[in-house]
């Protein structure tokens, strides 16, 4: 059993279900259709409705950066349980687990089953691999911390976790606060909505509301469309789920990874259009541990060169091409 994971609140794979039990009325006729209902339906906690922009966006950074390039591996990767004295991963592996941030409501990436009470997903496999590496098995020596978008910086920047897996875009913005690995996913942003929904794409949704979790690229995205939607801001996807359902947004937009997680679990909603931004996922991490950031990326090499990725991406019936982005390096 693993130690020390943190709950937020249950994810329940079938999130539909909580819109039908918001909706339901007294009768015996079912629920009401898809659409905006007659009486103020309940919200998740934390709905921005628009959502608060920050000052500044993810492409107001310098445009010298290669927001794809990390720090080159040093060599071979040590043993397992040999970490260098001194090290990083030798404090890591003295303190006998490894604090990751991950999501729990990222269906595919980051998601608590809710049969087992298991955190699961691409992302947290990505965490065991480095914990194994580190540990020999990652068994006992995850400690998995369940964050919001929001809190991905500020928990590395804080010193809370030592890397966080959370679908998280690497552009020169982040950099300038955390340090990230090697690209280790490739994504774009694209649009979820009903399946009756006329809507075609990004362009076709101009003065309607468009949802994404609040402190994601894609919340700044939407808002910067030239269409002009307006944004909606959740803490988690689960939520935008949740407002599609009830017909309180006319779609949900951010990495068609994500999109297709929470396709899986309504069936009535389909992706539309095609891809409106690129977005490298990295591994985040403290910009006071270049070594870590150095092992990290010699357990991603290992998980490129032996194949591992590619048995992680198909286990997770992801997305997209079934190969790895290759590693861009800048020293």
């Given at each position: 059993?693993r130690?020390?994971v943190r709950?937020?609140?249950p994810?329940?794979?079938?999130?539909?279900?909580a819109?039908t039990?918001?909706?339901a009325?007294c009768?015996?006729?079912g629920p009401?259709?898809?659409g905006?209902p007659?009486f103020?339906?309940?919200?998740?906690?934390?709905v921005?409705d628009?959502a608060v922009?920050?000052?500044g966006?993810a492409?107001?950074a310098?445009?010298t950066?290669?927001?794809?390039a990390?720090?080159r591996p040093s060599?071979a990767l040590?043993?397992p349980?040999?970490?260098p004295?001194?090290?990083?991963m030798?404090?890591?592996?003295?303190?006998?687990?490894?604090i990751a941030?991950v999501?729990?409501?990222?269906?595919l990436?980051g998601f608590?089953?809710?049969s087992?009470?298991?955190i699961?997903?691409?992302?947290?496999?990505?965490?065991?691999?480095?914990?194994?590496?580190?540990f020999?098995?990652?068994?006992?020596h995850v400690?998995?911390v369940?964050?919001?978008?929001?809190q991905r910086?500020?928990?590395?920047?804080?010193g809370?976790?030592?890397v966080?897996?959370?679908t998280m875009?690497?552009n020169?913005?982040?950099?300038?606060?955390?340090?990230f690995?090697?690209?280790y996913?490739?994504?774009?942003?694209?649009?979820?909505?009903?399946?009756?929904?006329?809507?075609?794409?990004?362009g076709?949704l101009?003065?309607k509301?468009?949802c994404?979790?609040?402190?994601s690229?894609?919340?700044?995205?939407?808002?910067?469309a030239a269409s002009k939607?307006?944004?909606?801001?959740v803490?988690d996807?689960?939520?935008c789920?949740?407002?599609?359902?009830?017909g309180?947004v006319?779609?949900?937009s951010?990495?068609?990874?994500?999109l297709?997680?929470?396709?899986a679990?309504?069936p009535?909603?389909?992706?539309?259009?095609?891809?409106f931004?690129?977005?490298?996922?990295?591994l985040a991490?403290?910009?006071?541990?270049?070594?870590l950031?150095?092992?990290?990326?010699?357990?991603?090499?290992?998980t490129?060169?032996?194949?591992?990725?590619?048995?992680l991406?198909r286990?997770?019936?992801?997305?997209?091409p079934?190969?790895?982005?290759?590693?861009?390096?800048?020293?």
């Amino acid at each position: 059993m693993r130690r020390g994971v943190r709950t937020r609140r249950p994810l329940a794979i079938l999130v539909i279900a909580a819109a039908t039990l918001a909706l339901a009325g007294c009768g015996d006729g079912g629920p009401p259709p898809r659409g905006t209902p007659s009486f103020v339906a309940p919200r998740p906690d934390g709905v921005q409705d628009p959502a608060v922009m920050p000052t500044g966006t993810a492409q107001a950074a310098p445009s010298t950066c290669d927001a794809v390039a990390s720090l080159r591996p040093s060599g071979a990767l040590p043993r397992p349980g040999a970490m260098p004295a001194g090290s990083t991963m030798a404090a890591i592996a003295a303190r006998g687990r490894l604090i990751a941030g991950v999501s729990q409501n990222t269906y595919l990436f980051g998601f608590r089953d809710s049969s087992t009470g298991e955190i699961k997903g691409f992302d947290v496999d990505i965490i065991k691999e480095i914990a194994t590496a580190i540990f020999g098995d990652w068994r006992n020596h995850v400690q998995f911390v369940a964050i919001t978008s929001a809190q991905r910086i500020p928990y590395v920047a804080e010193g809370k976790v030592d890397v966080v897996a959370s679908t998280m875009t690497m552009n020169c913005a982040r950099w300038e606060q955390v340090s990230f690995s090697s690209q280790y996913f490739d994504a774009q942003q694209m649009v979820l909505v009903p399946k009756d929904s006329t809507v075609t794409g990004i362009g076709d949704l101009g003065g309607k509301k468009v949802c994404a979790a609040a402190g994601s690229t894609s919340i700044q995205n939407i808002a910067a469309a030239a269409s002009k939607p307006i944004p909606v801001a959740v803490s988690d996807w689960t939520d935008c789920l949740v407002l599609l359902q009830q017909g309180q947004v006319d779609a949900i937009s951010t990495d068609n990874t994500i999109l297709a997680g929470l396709a899986a679990q309504d069936p009535t909603t389909h992706l539309v259009g095609a891809g409106f931004s690129s977005e490298p996922y990295g591994l985040a991490m403290s910009q006071q541990v270049p070594d870590l950031v150095r092992f990290v990326n010699g357990v991603l090499e290992e998980t490129r060169s032996s194949g591992r990725w590619t048995t992680l991406f198909r286990s997770n019936n992801l997305l997209g091409p079934d190969t790895p982005p290759p590693a861009r390096y800048k020293d």
